[in-house]
């Protein structure tokens, strides 16, 4: 009975359980896009109708009246930094991105201009901004095709969103921890909208010449986002992993076949840049072609789309390249040679 | 001229006369407006009615009807209906009507209730009570007829979506 009863006590805490997992997950569900309102130019109409009989007659009998306005367009944005925190870049460092979020939360289509301020006080060092793109191609993340911010401005719809980037230099000579500003400002293109208190009636600046109204945001939002220098440092440990002689033991005698290890750590924070390993045979040993692996999986010797080759890159030595690398990241490269 | 075509001509002058005189008894006015606070000649804030033409989203509008018995008769029966326009919302507690019965519909005009007994149902077929957001019709039922002469206004007040 008591066993019975623990069984049941278990399934209720079991239920319970299931239910905090999908109020969570209930809580975790993406939020509906905001409405941000009636669009722009939208005719509202009301019709009120008065059905009555007269005196004894019992026909029925009806009025109708109507009167209808049209909606306005309210002229709002909100510009967002998206990083979770920090980037962290070198000193120096080229074209690292920031990335921010410029939403139209106006009624109506409305164009916004960019700009990106790098000079602001507080921080440790000013990085140069070098140029501002907009998501386009699909693949989160900055690309290179995705399209470059146009100096016109971007034409947003009433509630669409668009993703930015900033791409800025990071200057020589700073250490761990200095940190680097950027504010971003988005503004409506609307003639004297941006920074106008909000209320403001701008005659004829809506869609099909109803009038505009600046909104809470004042026409415009600024978002400020950071660098911080993190440093990052590559350490390299070689080792033998195994030896088999001609015989089948483990001496290194001339015949016998040396498997070499190298780890690759890349630690600290930030992006180890252009990172590349190389190996030269030692003297007296042979490579054996076709033995390179990078983390248990096979690299061709020829220069070609893996990471890595034998004799290409630079003579009788292994190179592995990895790029700019991210801390942190462990690779291990192995590669067998005979001892001639 | 035969018999036919004689019915029908006075089927459509009797038409015509009703339609006529339908306008003539009553006159309804449809009125929208805004309320905005001002500063009167002593100095004191107070709220203004102004035509609803500068209307923004999240604007409360207040809807009337204006309406006079300008026939020699006592209107009977009388029953004003008032759809709420698409992209309102209405509040609570807003409708008005001296010596009218004030019920809302959920079902697009079909059937009409008091707001304690209107229930809207989900996809599941669950039934919850109704809030102001799901009322699609507001009615004003007149609880005594007409007189020749007798005006009023029934209004409500809607939050622009």
């Keep these: 009975m008591k066993r019975l009863k623990e069984e049941k006590n278990n399934y209720f805490c079991t239920l319970l359980v299931w239910w905090a997992l999908a109020a969570v997950l209930a809580a975790m569900q993406p939020l509906p896009a905001y409405a941000v309102g009636t669009a722009a130019g939208t005719t509202i109409a009301n019709t009120a109708t008065v059905y009555y009989t007269l005196g004894s007659d019992p026909t029925p009998l009806t009025v109708t009246a109507s009167n209808s306005f049209d909606v306005l367009e309210v002229i709002d944005v909100a510009l967002t930094w998206q990083d979770a925190a920090s980037v962290p870049v070198n000193s120096p460092h080229s074209d690292r991105v920031l990335t921010f979020l410029l939403t139209n939360t106006g009624n109506g289509s409305e164009a916004f201009s960019l700009t990106a301020d790098d000079v602001l006080g507080g921080d440790q060092f000013d990085p140069a901004v070098q140029s501002l793109w907009i998501e386009s191609n699909g693949n989160a993340g900055f690309q290179s095709d995705d399209t470059p911010y146009p100096a016109t401005g971007i034409t947003m719809a009433a509630d669409e969103a668009a993703t930015v980037y900033v791409l800025s230099d990071i200057p020589s000579g700073y250490g761990d921890g200095d940190r680097g500003d950027v504010q971003v400002t988005a503004q409506s293109l609307t003639p004297s909208a941006a920074d106008q208190p909000p209320g403001t009636l701008l005659t004829g600046s809506g869609p099909g010449g109803l009038d505009a109204v600046v909104g809470t945001s004042r026409a415009e939002s600024r978002a400020t986002a950071a660098y911080a220098v993190a440093t990052v440092s590559v350490s390299l440990t070689k080792s033998i992993g195994q030896i088999v002689d001609l015989a089948g033991g483990d001496r290194p005698s001339t015949g016998a076949r040396v498997t070499y290890r190298i780890q690759v750590d890349v630690s600290g924070g930030g992006t180890a840049q252009a990172l590349v390993v190389s190996d030269p045979i030692p003297a007296n040993m042979t490579y054996v072609p076709g033995s390179l692996l990078l983390d248990g999986v096979a690299l061709t010797d020829a220069a070609d789309g893996d990471m890595g080759d034998f004799d290409n890159t630079a003579l009788n030595t292994v190179t592995v390249v990895f790029n700019d690398t991210v801390a942190p990241a462990t690779w291990i490269i192995a590669f067998e040679t005979t001892i001639d | ?161």
């Design chain 2, 1 to 161: 001229m035969n018999i036919k075509n004689t019915m029908i001509t006075f089927v459509l002058l009797l038409a015509m006369q009703t339609a006529a005189l339908a306008q003539g008894h009553i006159r309804l006015q449809s009125v929208a407006e805004v309320e905005k606070k001002v500063m009167n000649e002593e100095g004191k804030i107070e709220l203004k009615r102004l035509p609803a033409t500068k209307v923004v989203p999240g604007t409360e509008v207040i809807f009337s009807q204006h309406y006079e018995n300008i026939s020699g008769e006592s209107a009977e029966n009388a029953v004003i209906t008032n759809p709420i326009p698409e992209h309102m919302v209405y509040q609570p507690a807003s409708a008005h009507g001296m010596d009218t019965k004030i019920t809302f519909s959920v079902d697009n005009g079909k059937s009409y209730n008091i707001p304690a007994k209107l229930f809207v149902f989900d996809a599941a077929g669950r039934k919850f009570p109704a809030r102001p957001k799901d009322y699609t019709h507001i009615r004003w039922t007149f609880e005594h007829p007409l007189p020749s002469g007798a005006k009023g206004t029934v209004s409500f007040r809607a939050i622009l979506e």
